[in-house]
């Protein structure tokens, strides 16, 4: 046989293509060429494919080798391609069987053909799941990552040197069903350590049951950042779909852990406000997800939210609506999801005492109104809640009266979040936050009390909402009335939702 063919893939965000790697062995001068739109690196693949094939015992054929990658209009990236193409060329020698039909082989040869780590082996194995492809086979050490997903049987191997051995001889990992798999458990401060400031606590129980955007203003010292790092104990856990979804994209990053791939607690993500769009948002040449998405289904903390590019803060608009975020490249573009929790925390001022009860602000008037504006409109119009810090109190600070604990709360939210799961059963919709206008209509404009109308109209009057902010006040109030175990939207409920909106955010 002088032709063959062995399956691979490529990433395109955080999902699979399948790619066909075709080997072609004819006569002429020894040459090897690869071609089907390959990057520099899957180019270098070449000489460690001939490396490993000496170094494993087999023979290199000194023909004209030809390796075509398809489709060819999908570009291919990375290392990963290396074991299908040295598979390929030892099948279409001769000197292994041709056994690979129902197989996709994924890892990076060192020259002495041993198997390195890849990233994105995850959205690899759930592609082969999806199309019906029998096994796989990946690096020893991705064994645990790739068992993740259930449906396709996982080989692990530690060598090229093994491919030539019995199928049957391949070790075989047992599959685990997605919800037995271990997870990663985050640490959190308990709200019950953190003294007074108990209305930003409950906004902060209203923000984590219904996935709603929350900005914390107050002066520096008054535990805006400690409340917002108490967030992750508050949250539900993450359903196993969910769970597949964030490791993902956390895979594409090369940021999973091998040993325990599927994450039990919400992401929290809290990068420098020196971070630039690309890390922010994503990008780079090779494009990898930013914050945004390794923040996808839990909290995204912008500490100094001011304080941040323009432009990096400008690029949030579109995933806080839109729940995912796509780039844009000469080349294709590419789309990450991108549904996280927004938590900001900023001063008043540059001084920070703008506002203080004790403490006089130092700053001009302009000079508070330049750096306010420093966070557009239109960005604070994806906002759900506005809460103001104030400073905390001597006698708050030193009384022995603690609040309710993190897990007293987070009973609460995985409670409202319960009922959210049950009302939007068989849509993509999780939560309140991501309602679309006609989910809107159905579970909250209809729900509400023919009593709350009246004040529901002066708000949207005296507050000046647009009709984003309109729809957001609906859904605190959906969310505030699932916490109190309520079916219709009674008017404390709306009272609440709207006493979370300022005068001038929008």
């Known amino acids: ?19 066909d790697v075709e080997a072609d062995i004819g006569s002429g001068l020894p040459a090897f060429n690869i071609v089907g739109l390959p990057d520099a690196s899957v180019q270098e693949a070449r000489e460690r494919v001939r ?10 054929p000194l023909r004209r080798i030809t390796v075509n990658l398809a489709p060819a209009d999908v570009r291919k990236e990375g290392p990963l391609y290396d074991l299908a193409i040295a598979v390929a060329v030892l099948v279409a020698s001769g000197q292994v069987t041709d056994r690979f039909s129902d197989t996709a082989l994924f890892g990076e040869l060192s020259l002495d053909g041993s198997l390195r780590h890849i990233p994105g082996v995850l959205p690899f194995v759930a592609m082969c799941a999806a199309r019906g492809i029998g096994s796989v086979v990946v690096p020893v050490e991705d064994v645990a990552e790739a068992r993740s997903v259930g449906g396709v049987r996982v080989h692990g191997l530690d060598s090229l040197r093994q491919v030539g051995e019995p199928f049957e ?36 129980e209203v923000a984590a049951a ?33 769970s597949i979804e964030v490791a993902k994209v956390y895979s594409v990053a090369g940021l999973l852990n091998r040993d325990r791939p599927l994450m039990r607690e919400r992401p929290f993500r809290s990068p420098h406000h020196t971070i630039s769009h690309a890390g922010l948002v994503g990008g780079g040449s090779h494009i990898r997800p930013g914050e945004v998405s390794l923040a996808h289904r839990g909290v ?11 432009t990096a803060l400008e690029a949030l608009r579109e995933p806080l609506e839109s729940g995912s975020v796509t780039i844009s490249r000469a080349r294709g573009s590419v789309t990450f999801p991108a549904r996280m929790l ?12 703008y506002g203080d009860s004790v403490r006089a602000c ?11 504006r420093r966070v557009s409109g239109p960005l604070l119009d994806r906002i759900d809640l506005f809460i103001d810090v104030p400073r905390v ?4 600070l030193t009384g022995e009266a603690t609040g309710e604990s993190s897990e007293a709360v987070r009973a609460r939210v995985v409670e409202a979040r319960e009922r959210q799961a049950a009302r939007f059963r068989g849509t993509s919709t999780v939560a309140n936050a991501e309602m679309g206008p006609l989910d809107v209509r159905k579970h909250c404009q209809q729900q509400l009390e023919p009593a709350a109308q009246p004040l529901l109209a002066a708000a949207m009057q005296q507050l000046g909402l647009s009709a984003r902010s309109f729809h957001r006040v609906l859904k605190v109030a959906r969310t505030i009335a699932d916490l109190a175990g309520s079916d219709p939207i009674l008017t404390p409920h709306l009272a609440e939702a709207v006493q979370y909106r300022r005068r001038g955010a929008e």
Not at 342 to 353: H, I, Q, R, S, T
């Open 51 to 60: 490396a490993a094939i000496r170094n494993t015992g087999f023979e290199f």
């Open 362 to 372: 130092t700053c001009p008037e302009a000079t508070v109104t330049r750096y306010q």
């Open 342 to 353: 927004l938590v900001a925390a900023m001063n008043p001022c540059p001084c920070g005492y």
């Open 210 to 242: 219904g996935g709603h955007n929350l900005l914390m203003q107050g002066p520096p010292g008054s535990g805006k950042t400690l409340l917002a790092r108490a967030l992750p104990g508050l949250l539900a856990p993450l359903t196993p779909a969910e």
């Open 393 to 396: 109190e001597y006698k708050e």
């Open 169 to 204: 001889s391949w070790p075989e990992t047992p599959l685990p069903e997605p919800s037995e798999a271990g997870g990663v458990i985050l640490e959190a401060h308990d709200l019950a350590t953190v003294q007074g400031q108990e209305h930003v606590k409950r906004a902060m």
């Open 1 to 19: 046989m002088t032709l063959a063919a062995t399956r691979s893939g490529a990433l395109v965000g955080i999902e699979g293509l399948p790619v």
């Open 300 to 310: 995204l903390f912008l500490d100094e939210f001011p304080e941040f590019g323009a």
